[in-house]
């Protein structure tokens, strides 16, 4: 079966411009998690999503970032305004459920550069 | 908040040979996960191996076993019979139970083993 597939594989953009970066779970897995890979700040989390719950938005930086996820299935990252700092791979993954026995599957990851 | 320490930014081994590769963490938690991902240079995030903490045996997958020493908050991953295809970068990487089990992340070390 598919597993984790995002889009685009990468992104140049201008500092101040808009992005969206897409995620689509392997099907069935109702837990989808975000990550940012930068070379200052490592591998860090970002939101979660579980089912049809309120996500978890504790690891997002700044209020110019935010995420959906239409019909607990694709999602979506937005990115307004960008800045440099916001250089980075974005990484998404999916579980099963969300519990801790299951593993999160990643995708390839997004890497966003911003000029 | 959970904390993941890994000490060595980077390792060399020679094909063949055995490497270990040391993971401290600190948690007030008692139900949680511990985990090793490779990321070879194509970006994925792979599930190596994983260790719930309740349980006392060490995990063990093939060339792959670790050494958890759960009081002293340590994880540590042996590759047994190295091999050229284990070059990555391995993040050691903590999940808690009741957090939604969103991974925090070492910093990583690069392996590189040589032929």
């Known amino acids: 079966g598919a597993g984790v597939s995002q889009s685009p594989s990468n992104k140049v953009t201008e500092k101040g411009k808009d992005v969206e970066l897409r995620c689509d779970p392997i099907?069935?897995?109702?837990?989808l998690y975000w990550y940012r890979q930068s070379l200052g700040q490592g591998l860090e989390f970002l939101i979660y999503?579980?089912?049809?719950?309120?996500?978890?938005k504790s690891g997002l930086p700044s209020d110019r970032f935010s995420a959906e996820r239409t019909g607990g299935s694709v999602s979506t990252l937005t990115i307004q305004r960008t800045q440099q700092e916001d250089s980075a791979v974005y990484l998404c993954?999916?579980?099963?459920?969300?519990?801790?026995?299951?593993?999160?599957?990643f995708g390839p990851g997004t890497r966003l550069t911003v000029l | 908040a959970q904390t993941v320490t890994q000490s060595q930014p980077e390792m060399s081994v020679q094909e063949a040979e055995t490497v270990t590769l040391s993971c401290t963490y600190d948690?007030?938690?008692?139900?949680?996960?511990l985990f090793w991902y490779k990321q070879p240079p194509s970006r994925q995030m792979i599930l190596v191996i994983r260790?719930?903490?309740?349980?006392?045996q060490n995990a063990t997958e093939n060339r792959f076993s670790v050494n958890f020493q759960k009081a002293a908050k340590s994880f540590s991953l042996k590759i047994s019979d190295s091999q050229l295809g284990d070059t990555a970068m391995y993040f050691c990487?903590?999940?808690?139970?009741?957090?939604?089990?969103?991974?925090?992340f070492g910093g990583g070390t690069r392996l590189m083993v040589k032929p």
């Open positions: 099907s069935g897995h109702t837990a």
């Open positions: 999503f579980q089912g049809n719950s309120a996500p978890d």
């Open positions: 993954a999916s579980s099963l459920s969300g519990q801790g026995t299951d593993t999160q599957y």
């Open positions: 948690t007030s938690e008692n139900n949680y996960y």
């Open positions: 990487a903590f999940a808690a139970e009741n957090a939604g089990n969103m991974l925090t």
């Open positions: 260790q719930e903490a309740y349980k006392q």
